[in-house]
């Protein structure tokens, strides 16, 4: 053990700094490591110029592509909510029908003179909802029908074009 506690504190005296003043404290101490000049070869300064215009003609695509989908869908998403708000419209109108249908209902049963003349309103009152409900229903699956297809145009129409280029 004393060998290696000699040998440790033989290392730690060559690691003895100088005074300040003295001319080995005022030298700062150069490292051993200086970057080599080295020439890049041509072809391969070449090859990095073309990756490097090739990813900004990548990129140039990418963002033309992006942005024309956002396009496609703001105007799907407009198409979209001009249709929910037709459609929102047809609702309440259909709503408002049945309410004033219901009241008119409501107005002559209260001035039916025997029972007989109250079953027979009432069954004219169901035939003519049930009417109106069916419709009703077929005007609003239509008005939903379009704006589906209203909305989904933009869509179609844009991914036809992406595999009309990539096909062509």
Same mark, same amino acid.
């Given at each position: 053990m004393s060998e290696a506690s000699e040998t440790s504190t033989s290392a730690s005296r060559s690691r003895y700094k100088a005074p300040p003043g003295t001319p080995a404290a005022s030298k700062p101490e150069k490292s051993g490591f200086d970057l080599p000049k080295v020439e890049i070869p041509a072809g391969f300064r070449d090859m990095a110029e073309k990756g490097v215009s090739q990813a900004k003609d990548t990129y140039e695509k990418l963002k033309s592509v992006a942005e024309e989908a956002t396009d496609v869908l703001e105007d799907s998403f407009a198409?979209?909510?001009?249709?929910?708000?037709?459609?929102?419209l047809k609702m309440i109108e259909a709503a408002r029908?049945?309410?004033?249908?219901?009241f008119d209902f409501a107005t002559q049963l209260l001035n039916a003179k025997s029972l007989s003349e109250a079953v027979e309103l009432s069954?004219?009152?169901?035939?003519?909802?049930?009417?109106?409900l069916t419709t009703q229903t077929k005007e609003l699956a239509a008005i939903a029908r379009k704006v589906a297809a @209203? +909305?989904?145009?933009? #869509?179609? @129409? +844009?991914?036809?074009? #992406?595999f009309v280029v990539k096909s062509g």
């Open positions: 198409t979209a909510t001009k249709g929910a708000s037709e459609l929102g029908q049945n309410s004033n249908s219901t069954t004219a009152q169901t035939r003519k909802q049930y009417e109106a @209203e +909305s989904t145009e933009p #869509v179609r @129409e +844009s991914l036809s074009k #992406v």
